[in-house]
């Protein structure tokens, strides 16, 4: 299982981090060089002894790299005339550690039983005894390709478990390493796979080695396969001798020698490689595997072990097809697949073309396995996560919705999840147990790891996700408690056991408390413990129980009491003790007792007296209830004193686990019966979320006409599920005998139940009671099936009887039974018998295990009986037949499973053999299915389900599909054939991504070819003479016509009108008619006002699209919305927008203070939004400049560098665009939080105001373009949301809206043509030719494809250039040119290694920018010459290119194209000039989150610092970047600037915190660290200077705060007052002598996340602390989690020395404000929300308090009153006033606003 995070390959070095040497080391002269061949950077590493100098990875040898890959790729390239040295440490599967080294040091191959060593020889034509030595000074960069696994087995006969380390010794230049599972090819790219359909997997982008245009990838690098022989090699290059035959190698070329090589060299058009084999000397070597598989693009790849088992360790895995033909193929570790066709002139040849992945997990129906006790809710009580099995499974309770966290390959035993639900633990039961932290959000596997304890009973999560805590039993069955500390998981670390230990107490229950994360609880049998981790050791100590000390405890829990910590423990006896945390004593002991009334039997209210109890199994406890699930099926709600019963709801079964939300308002509860479900508290409704088979599920059923499922399972229930929404209708149980099959009747609502008594019963959907019972069985009943007519059951016995029953009525009666013909003692299975399609047929296994006999289905007579064991002679085992399947007729062919691994399809009338599949399974496939088209074949064995291309005749290829912990019973397609549904463990229920209806390209064509299929033929190999050079000149050719049209319809024109004039006519309403006319590849659909959904299709197009009209007349502020829209995955396309996520939602009610009167004007922003796209505007002519920052419109002068602000918009701003009159602008934001769609804003320029608010698209909008002239507006939605709007800009209605089946990139009007608009997406390039007659649109719509030679996947970016042409760029850097008049491409060229999403033109030059960040200028004046036929060659070539700071996304230039501005995902905007070649800084910000902002004393300058690492200084008043401290790899969390008393300016300095503990002081003046310190240990979250500016006091996450002397460089002084709870905040002032009471000249605070404030006195230069005061706070009351709590807030008031400001302290939202004199609360001021943020004015009387409701609240302190400003599109969790009180500064993530305080 610790497969899974490295497929399909790992880069070791990016994953190790190499290049922070944390987790590796470095030995002598290692450095990083620029590589000129690869442009890129590498690793050089020399030396004059090899062994000096190295890399090695993990950093010791006592640590393990662990890396399963079965090939480990390494690119480098030897130092020319020098040696080198590679050792690898490998372990095999009996832990034995064998080196492998590999230098050009070695003369010849030696080998010992630990260490192989292998010559690595250069030739240069010289002998092969002269060979060995030094590197050739051509040395090239060579592939190194080596099979672990062969390495081992060949030479040391052992089996490979992992790669323990890599040492690369001088004298070498490396790239990188990587492991992988699959075999690549190296010199084929994945566009010319894609394109030629090679049998092999290419080498992905990351690892491949750039080639120039049109040469050979083997010119230039070399490709070394090592050891060459094994299973993908031919065999007829096998050389089994010992003496070796001489192998001829190219000049140069690196060998390894002299086991076997593999060189690959290619010349000319030859795809073939040279394959030699030569065994080592040291003993003759048994034949070698001759065939293999390859796996193609494999998700993760298939793993077999010793048996010739295959273990998959994820749910998806591509698997692999034979290409034993090409002698090339790639390797797999399973045995080969062979396909024998038996009658080829019969069978049509497909091409393999199944969808990766074609499924997808959509439901599960199950709940537990291991144990049904592990329910939790997350933290907004939206969702509750619990395991199925081997799953993990969070579930909506509003909308039912399951994601799924897939991984484990065996029951989960544990879960626990933090308190900010952002990382879940999950634990396996099969020893050894394996532990996974999970991103809750992203659902990825963040560490992997092994626990010392054997067996995983329960887990505990801190609150802050830094201690996970977990309880077993190990090797020996002690109990064992084991802390770990994962605070680093998250930011790339390891979980760290900080201690274990292990003891004789019974443990049952655990958990961490969550007011102190050191201290823990624990219950069991006879004991409640509670715990400490402190000094890296867990201590326990026992609480003295008295009376109770024999109980039997079974749940614990915290609870809050107004003295201190409560614990609560319950017992199986029904009692229920109070804990005192401090003083561990037993408060109160209550029993819960079941008192009955002598007329009832039922249990009435319950007291706490003496009498029997009732067991407890489980409570939860909130701040003023307490949930008791008791084990007779009732789950009880009490007040915290247990006076009464507040509710009370009865389970059908024990209670397992009950759990309170985070807001106390609902019980989650589980049952033994497999019961999930939650109590609503204030409404009293219980509502169940989940039933389930408590037991392995045997057997399944679907019914098409009421679409319900039934399934039978060991815990003898037979239950019927509704398939939409997969919600339990009915359950019949059979107490004394199990049911093993279940059929439903085709047509009428009655259900048959076979059962292990031999019965068969027939049960009524509709009365849900039984009809008839059949008992002419005396054996289990091992088949049961209905033929599709519903005329006849057939049943099936271990007996060896099968039994017919006529069941067209409602009473089946039984026609015959048959003694001895089924095969006796087979288990029951789904594919025990089957009927074919047309009810003619009945087959089975019998009556010898080795024999499949087919049947008359009306009459029972044999009518044909096929010996399964004759159809493999050449096998030594006799082959039995496990499972028949017929397919669908015609052709009329049977499917059977064998125990030699095969599916034989045999002809069902005459029994020949018309295909094998051999090696489907490593064990023999119990279940197998078909779909009704026949493309897809499924098979079940172990846990392992395979979806298999079937119409592929040669080497079908599978997807290999796990999730399930146990055995898979039974598969099934759904009756809509939309879905699969797997049954075992639990009920999986699988969409199917490709639909089994359509027929995909290449397979058997529907329809017969048209008059005109000769001229598409004629018009598609035209394509080839595509031009395709490299820039900069690019070569010219006949340009081709790429349009297939064949000639005009009978419409006349070639073109299909779109109008609300017509009516409906044939050729829009029937797909039939659509999809058989010849023309050309156009969109058809005729559109009338009626008509809201019609379908739009493409002759030969690969989508279509649907057109939704908008009714006129209707109002259209808000215009409409899809009520539902297809949910897409993300395109490959950095261009598309995607919105920051914030969890933080608007306040809906938002009171603005009147116009004129307002306290703060918005002045500036900090920086622009780097994640919107086009969302710069620029007009030379005018000056008017626009760009978004968050949900403003920022307009600025470039001369003065004035802001206005256009405020309007809730969400994130995606995108803008300007009108050409430059009199409009609109912009979009999209969709969450307070808007529920997106908003469209269109601004009135000249005023700065909003005219009109638009809304339709659902998700985000991606464009927005202006017509030619004003008067339409087209928006495009993105990924999720793919509309295309038109609104008439004169009246903002929507005049008719385009769905798209896949996104689109992007689109633009044609600037010479009112009416043409271009769009541009995967594959395609549409263009749109818009007529306007009054108010009715017609459209006609041009689809083109792109042309093969392109080789561009997908055009990502457009722009029209002179009359006619019309420039697009692709994902894969190619630009293309078409001549819109034609419709044709006739030009490409190679501009950019990277995606290129920006394109401008104007006149004869061309701008590109990419996701490379790359900026270029291309001269493209000679194109339109080009463009016409005959015209002499010219070039295009590239003028200018600049680098800037990241991926480009918007653009804007002057029409001379010599000037512009341009924007990056960095959050910069560049003012480029390209006559000069330079590139300003025009706008800069943060583009992480900002952590703080400080000021200088003299309020000049003022610093941020972020998450980036970096520390900025900002002059206040241009707002430009003035300095910029960076360091890597770290956050910069909290940031200080010393005080006035160092005035003189070299001593003005910036103390930061990182995420590390380290301090770093930072001169301002020299520009350069000073100092850097490493005070803490985790890392810093609070710093301020000392008064007198000589100190620095510094928090930190584990609550410690430091004193430190930046002179000396010195920590002298550690507080530990606060430890447990983060340092929110450190304060120091000045005051006098003797002020309080107390010495010291420094008086200073800090105050921690729990709620507690502690003010300090001190001098430290006489050595001198001393505490003040000590403030504590009641946790907030409305908090949903403990780890939601607001900060804790506190400051000194500037205007009154004495007073203390707090916020976010207390149970309500307040600010205090605390007399440090008077020792009391003298003034609060009410808040509507808890504050995140606080600032106090150091002038007036004013404090700013942020809000995570995305509010500023500005209050005025004397008089109460207070002013709200929005702004922000996050949380304002920064406020800072500067030091004048004349600005006030507020950050939400990295978003920087400047107000303006007005004067009062």
């Known amino acids: 299982m610790a497969r899974v995070w490295q497929h399909p390959f790992l880069n070791i070095f990016r994953h190790f981090k190499v290049d922070e040497w944390k987790r590796s080391t470095k030995e002598g002269d290692v450095a990083t060089v620029m590589d000129k061949t690869l442009k890129c950077t590498v690793y050089r590493i020399r030396g004059s002894v090899c062994a000096s100098s190295y890399i090695q990875l993990p950093k010791t040898s006592t640590q393990s790299l662990g890396l399963t890959g079965r090939y480990l790729y390494l690119l480098f390239r030897p130092l020319s005339t020098k040696h080198f ?222 048996s010739g088992n295959s273990q998959v360790p994820v749910a998806c895995a591509k698997a692999c097809t034979d290409k034993h033909a090409a002698g090339n193929g790639l390797q797999g570790s399973v045995s080969r697949l062979a396909v024998v066709p038996a009658a080829p002139e019969e069978v049509a040849k497909h091409e393999s073309f199944l969808p990766d992945p074609v499924l997808r997990l959509k439901r599960v129906i199950g709940l537990g396995g291991h144990s049904t006790k592990w329910a939790l809710w997350t933290k907004d009580g939206a969702a509750v996560v619990y395991p199925c099995h081997a799953v993990i499974v969070v579930l909506r309770i509003d909308t039912r919705e399951q994601r799924f966290f897939l991984g484990h390959t065996d029951k989960v035993s544990a879960l626990a999840l933090d308190g900010s639900s952002s990382v879940l633990a999950s634990a396996q039961a099969r020893p050894p147990s394996m532990l996974r932290l999970w991103d809750f959000q992203t659902r990825g596997c963040l560490s992997l790891f092994q626990s010392p304890v054997h067996t995983v009973c329960s887990l505990s999560f801190s609150d802050s996700g830094a201690l996970l805590c977990c309880v077993g039993k190990d090797h020996h069955g002690k109990t064992m408690v084991v802390a770990w500390s994962t605070d680093q998981v998250g930011r790339g670390g390891e979980a760290v056991i900080l201690a274990k230990v292990s003891t004789d107490v019974d443990i049952h229950a655990f958990e961490i408390s969550f007011f102190n994360e050191t201290r823990m609880a624990s219950c069991g049998r006879g004991s409640v413990r509670l715990w400490r981790l402190r000094g890296g050791a867990l201590r326990s100590c026992p609480v003295d129980l008295g009376e109770h000390h024999a109980l039997e405890f079974t749940g614990l829990a915290f609870g809050q009491a107004q003295d201190g910590c409560t614990l609560y423990v319950c017992s199986r006896s029904g009692h229920i003790l109070e804990i005192d945390h401090q003083r561990m004593v037993v408060r109160h002991a209550r029993r819960l007792l079941s008192t009955q009334t002598p007329r009832s039997p039922l249990p009435q209210k319950q007291t706490f007296s003496l009498g029997p109890g009732i067991a407890i199994s489980s409570l939860s406890v909130s701040q003023a209830e307490c949930a008791v699930g008791s084990e007779d099926g009732y789950l009880r709600l009490w007040p915290l004193d247990f006076s009464s019963v507040l509710l009370e709801a009865e389970h059908e079964g024990p209670i397992s686990s009950v759990c309170l939300s985070p807001d106390g308002l609902r019980v989650l509860s589980t049952t033994s019966s497999g019961h999930l479900g939650f109590l609503d508290i204030p409404s009293r409704e219980y509502s169940v979320l989940m039933r389930s ?197 015609p052709p009329s062919h049977l499917l059977v499973s064998t125990s030699s691994n095969k599916i034989v399809v045999l002809d069902a009338t005459s029994g020949r053999v018309v295909r094998e599949l051999c090696g489907i399974h490593p064990g023999a496939c119990p279940s197998l299915a078909l779909s009704e088209d026949a493309r897809f074949l499924l098979t079940a064995a172990d846990r392992a389900i395979k979806v298999w291309d079937y119409l592929t005749q040669s080497g079908p290829g599978c997807q290999v599909y796990i999730g399930h912990s146990e055995p898979v019973q039974a598969v099934a397609f759904t009756p809509d054939q939309q879905h699969l549904l797997s049954v075992g463990d639990a009920i999986f229920l699988w969409d199917i991504l490709a639909s089994p209806e359509s027929s995909p390209p290449g397979r058997q064509p529907l329809l017969s070819p048209g008059p005109n299929a000769r001229q598409l033929e004629d018009a598609a190999s035209r394509m080839n003479g595509l031009p395709r050079q490299q ?45 058989q006319a010849s023309g050309p590849p156009m969109l058809v659909q005729k559109k009338t006002c009626g008509d809201r959904d019609g379908a739009w299709g493409a002759a030969g197009g690969p989508w279509g699209l649907s057109m939704l009209p908008h009714p006129h007349g209707q109002p259209s502020a808000w215009g409409t919305r899809r009520a539902k829209t297809q949910s897409a995955a993300r395109p490959d396309s950095y261009m598309h927008f995607t919105a920051r996520y914030k969890a933080s939602l608007m306040a809906k009610n938002v009171s603005f203070p009147p116009a004129g009167g307002e306290w703060l004007h918005l002045k500036a922003v900090v920086g622009y939004n780097g994640n919107g796209r086009a969302n710069v505007i620029w007009r030379p002519d005018t000056g008017f400049f626009a760009y978004t920052y968050g949900c403003l419109v920022v307009v ?41 769609c997106c908003q469209i804003r269109i601004w009135d320029v000249p005023g700065g105001s909003c005219q009109q608010l638009l809304s339709h698209h659902c998700t985000a909008v991606q464009a927005l373009a202006f017509s030619l002239d004003d008067r339409l507006l087209v928006t495009l939605g993105d990924c999720g949301d793919r509309t295309l709007a038109l609104w008439n800009m004169a009246t903002y209605e929507l005049i008719s809206s385009t769905h798209f089946p896949e996104p689109v990139h992007g689109m633009a009007f044609n600037p010479w043509d009112t009416g043409e608009l271009a769009c541009v997406g995967q594959g395609t390039l549409t263009l749109w030719l818009l007529q306007q007659r009054g108010d009715d649109v017609s459209f006609q719509v041009h689809r083109e494809p792109i042309p093969e030679a392109v080789e561009a996947g997908e055009l990502t970016s457009l722009c029209y250039g002179a009359a006619p042409l019309l420039y697009c760029g692709s994902n894969a850097g190619q630009i293309c040119v078409w001549d819109t008049s034609a419709s044709r491409c006739f030009l490409a060229w190679e501009a950019d290694d990277g995606e290129i999403g920006v394109l401008l033109c104007s006149g004869s030059r061309l701008v590109s920018g990419s996701n490379t960040r790359r900026l270029r200028l291309w001269a493209v004046g000679a194109v339109p010459e080009l463009r016409r036929k005959g015209s002499a060659a010219s070039s295009v070539f590239m003028e200018r290119e600049l680098t800037l700071d990241g991926a480009i996304v918007s653009a804007v230039f002057h029409d001379s194209m010599d000037m512009g501005v341009v924007g990056t995902t960095a959050g910069t905007l560049w003012y480029v000039n390209w006559a000069e070649g330079t590139s300003t800084r025009l706008i800069s910000g943060h583009r992480s989150k900002v952590n703080e902002v400080v000021f200088s004393p003299s309020e000049s300058h003022c610093a941020t610092c972020g998450d980036d690492g970096s520390v900025r200084v900002w002059s206040l008043a241009s707002m430009e970047l003035v300095i910029q401290f960076q360091v890597l790899n770290q956050s910069c969390l909290c940031l200080a600037w010393s005080p ?128 003040v005061d000590w403030l504590s706070f009641p946790a907030p009351t409305l908090m949903k989690a403990p780890d939601c709590s607001p900060p804790s807030l506190a400051a000194f008031c500037p205007w009154d020395r004495t007073l203390l400001v707090c916020a976010g302290l207390g149970p309500h939202p307040e600010v205090v404000f605390y007399s440090l004199c008077q020792k009391k609360v003298v003034k609060k001021i009410p808040l509507p929300f808890f504050a995140v943020s606080l600032s106090l004015s150091p002038r007036a009387c004013f404090m700013a308090i942020g809000f995570d409701e995305r509010v500023l609240r500005l209050v005025d302190c004397v008089s109460g009153a207070a002013q709200d400003f929005t702004g922000h599109n996050d949380w304002v969790q920064l406020c800072r006033f500067a030091p004048s009180a004349s600005l006030l500064f507020t950050v939400a993530h990295n978003e920087i606003l400047v107000w303006e305080v007005a004067d009062r």
């Open 85 to 306: 040295v590679i050792h690898l440490d490998l372990s095999t599967e009996d832990s034995q550690v064998i080196r492998v080294s590999l230098s050009n040091l070695f003369k010849e191959f030696k080998s010992t039983a630990t260490w192989l060593q292998f010559p690595f020889i250069c030739e240069a034509g010289t002998p092969r005894k002269d060979r060995a030595g030094v590197a050739p000074p051509a040395a090239r960069w060579t592939c190194l390709q080596l099979d672990l696994h062969n390495i081992l087995l060949v030479y040391l006969n052992r089996h490979y478990s992992h790669l323990k380390s890599v040492r690369l010794c001088a004298n070498l230049l490396v790239r990188s390493l990587y492991t992988s599972d699959l075999c690549f090819d190296p010199a084929v790219t994945v566009a010319e796979a894609r394109r030629a359909k090679l049998p092999v997997t290419p080498m992905p982008r990351e690892m491949s080695f750039p080639v120039p245009k049109g040469e050979s990838w083997h010119d230039h690098y070399i490709h070394i396969w090592f050891p060459s022989g094994s299973s993908a090699a031919p065999p007829k290059l096998v050389q089994r001798s010992c003496s070796p035959p001489e192998a001829v190698f190219p000049k140069h070329m690196p060998q390894l020698h002299p086991p076997h090589l593999v060189a690959f060299s290619k010349s000319g058009q030859d795809s073939m490689s040279s394959v030699v084999q030569i065994p080592g000397p040291t003993a003759p070597l048994g034949p070698l595997p001759e065939e293999g598989l390859s796996c193609e693009c494999s998700e993760v790849s298939i793993v077999g072990d010793t």
């Open 693 to 889: 088979h408590t037991a392995l599920v045997l057997a399944l059923a679907t019914e098409y006409n009421r679409g319900q499922l039934a399934t039978v399972s060991q815990d003898h229930t037979v239950r019927v599920w509704d398939l939409a929404t997969l919600q339990q209708l009915y359950d019949f149980t059979s107490p004394e005998e199990a049911p093993c099959a279940v059929a439903f009747h085709p047509t009428q609502p009655v259900l048959f139940c076979g059962f292990s008594s031999g019965a068969i019963r027939s049960f009524s959907l509709e009365a849900a009671t039984t009809l008839v019972e059949h008992k002419c069985h005396r054996g289990t009943i091992t088949g049961l099936v209905t033929s599709p007519d519903g005329s006849l059951l057939f049943s099936a016995c271990s007996q060896g009887t099968l039994a017919q029953y006529h069941c067209a009525a409602t009473c089946c009666r039984v026609l015959r039974v048959a003694a001895n013909v089924v095969c006796r003692g087979t288990r029951p299975g789904a594919n025990a018998l089957a009927v074919s399609g047309d009810s003619r047929l009945l087959a089975f296994m019998g009556p010898f295990k080795y024999t499949v006999t087919i049947m008359d289905a009306a009459s029972l007579d044999d009518l044909l009986r096929v010996d399964i064991s004759a159809l493999d002679l050449a096998s030594s085992h006799l082959a039995l037949a496990v499972a028949v399947c017929f397919g669908p007729a």
């Open 1031 to 1075: 820039v900069p000149v690019p070569s010219q050719a006949t340009p081709p016509q790429l349009s297939i049209c064949a000639g005009p319809s009978e419409g006349g024109d070639g073109t299909f009108s779109l109008s609300d004039e017509e009516g409906p006519s044939e050729e829009s309403c029937s797909h039939k008619g659509l999809c």
């Open 1196 to 1236: 600025e002068d470039l001369h003065s560098g004035a802001q206005q602000h256009w405020l309007g918009h809730s969400e994130e701003i995606s995108t803008l665009a300007l009108s050409h009159d430059a009199q409009v602008l609109a912009s979009a934001s999209g969709s969450g939080g307070a808007a529920s």
């Open 1540 to 1667: 006035p008393s160092c005035r003189r300016p070299e001593q003005q300095h910036l103390a930061a915190g990182y995420s590390d503990g380290t301090l770093r002081v930072f001169s301002i003046s020299q520009i350069s660290m000073e100092l850097k310190m490493h005070p803490h240990l985790t890392a810093l979250t609070a710093i301020a200077f000392c008064a007198d500016g000589q100190t620095i006091l510094s928090g930190d996450k584990d609550g410690l705060v430091a004193v430190s002397r930046p002179c000396t460089g010195m920590t002298f002084q550690v507080l530990r007052e606060h430890w447990g709870a983060p340092i929110s905040t450190i304060q120091s002032t000045r005051k006098e002598y003797g002020d309080f009471g107390v010495e010291g000249t420094d008086l200073w605070l800090a105050a921690s996340g729990d709620q507690r404030v502690s003010i300090w006195a001190s001098d430290w230069l006489r050595d001198h602390c001393e505490l």
